[in-house]
């Protein structure tokens, strides 16, 4: 059994316990990270109210989530809240850089970055942000795309031997994507992404998205903070703030395990799916199988690829058994 990453000796500590000053007791030794409890990170300041009501939350909620409005209330207005901090000051450093250089700069959108395994609920996390910013007083356009788009089609991912590396790093197209990237902060009023489809497991033929110069573009995907190949530039090299979703191993596998169940109430039995046959085995058959594709690719995707990245994360959201978050670990400036 693969260990958690957090368990990991030789990485560095994940949220611990905190102190009286929010300090936890592992973050003696001189750390580039804060690591903060949920309450300390929750606790009551001057913080906008949401606007979204329960019932918007729960439609935004993935399969399996627990996301509601005390969650809402306690971990992602705080962060949207420290996400304006950081959007400000981005626009106050461009105005003194205009001076500097002697002309003013134009704005380019602001870019997060969402990491996290298959499977930990980063959809979640992507759209909630996305709704709680742009329904917020600034009214900010939001922009989300998932990383998904730029997977390489089932065809060449077989003509490849990749159909059982789907979600590592050689199963994307990552020259697209990270130009998918430049352009969007180059300020070109519109830039396209190609769109996959869950249901169909694949790559939609022909369809795409199209992001017109929002103010702030979320970027959702396993591999977002995956160091580029040496003398490239990657897509984190193009965000603005960036935010890891982390778990235990094996509280994700159980995830997985539960929501492979549930689809199969649901999206399997969509004539369109290609899990379609799951939902007419047994439950333990399918179950057999759901352990396989975790054992075989998203374990050892998370363990080998993603976990690594953490480190590079701007702030780490780490979840508990019951999907809530329970502590957080932010760099330091
Ligand atoms: N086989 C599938 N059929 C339909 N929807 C799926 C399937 N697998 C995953 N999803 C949905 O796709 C979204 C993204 O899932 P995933 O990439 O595992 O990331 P995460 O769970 O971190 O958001 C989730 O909302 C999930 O419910
Ligand atoms: C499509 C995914 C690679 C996620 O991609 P992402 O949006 O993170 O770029 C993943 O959901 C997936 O399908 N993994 C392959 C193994 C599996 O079927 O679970």
């Not at 996959?196 to 022909?206: A, E, K, N, Q």
């Not at 702030?216 to 990657?234: A, C, H, K, S, T």
């Not at 993603?306 to 959201?317: C, D, H, K, M, Y």
Request: net charge positive; proline share 9%.
């Amino acid at each position: 059994m693969a260990t958690s990453p957090s368990e990991h000796p030789r990485r560095p500590a994940t949220p611990g316990t905190p102190g009286p000053q929010g300090r936890s007791a592992r973050s003696a030794r001189p750390s580039p990270y804060v690591d903060l409890s949920r309450a300390d990170w929750s606790r009551p300041r001057d913080r906008s109210a949401s606007p979204l009501s329960a019932e918007q939350v729960e439609r935004l909620r993935g399969l399996g989530d627990v996301i509601d409005l005390t969650e809402v209330r306690d971990v992602y207005l705080p962060l949207c809240d420290l996400l304006r901090l950081h959007i400000d000051a981005a626009r106050q450093l461009r105005a003194r850089v205009g001076g500097f250089l002697g002309g003013p700069q134009p704005p380019t959108p602001f870019v997060v970055g969402i990491a996290g395994s298959v499977a930990v609920g980063k959809s979640t996390v992507a759209r909630l942000l996305r709704a709680l910013l742009a329904q917020g007083p600034e009214g900010y356009r939001v922009a989300l795309v998932p990383t998904d788009g730029f997977l390489l089609p089932n065809a060449e991912l077989e003509r490849r031997g990749l159909m059982r590396r789907k979600g590592f790093p050689e199963s994307y197209d990552r020259r697209a994507l990270t130009r998918f990237v430049a352009e969007v902060k180059s300020g070109r009023p519109e830039v396209s992404a190609p769109v996959y489809s869950h249901l169909v497991y694949d790559i939609v033929p022909g369809e795409r998205e199209t992001v017109e110069r929002p103010d702030i573009l979320i970027l959702e995907g396993l591999n977002v903070l995956q160091q580029p190949p040496p003398g490239r530039v990657g897509v984190a090299d193009y965000f603005d703030f960036s935010v890891y979703v982390d778990a235990r191993v094996g509280d994700i596998e159980s995830w997985y395990l539960e929501r492979f169940l549930a689809l199969r109430a649901t999206a399997f039995q969509d004539p369109l799916s290609y899990f379609r046959k799951y939902a007419e085995i047994s439950q333990e058959a399918a179950l057999d199988f759901a352990r396989n594709i975790w054992r075989e690719v998203n374990g050892p995707n998370l363990v080998d690829n993603i976990a690594p990245t953490r480190g590079r994360a701007s702030l780490v959201l780490r979840k508990g058994p019951d999907h809530t978050v329970q502590g957080l670990r932010l760099r330091k400036l």
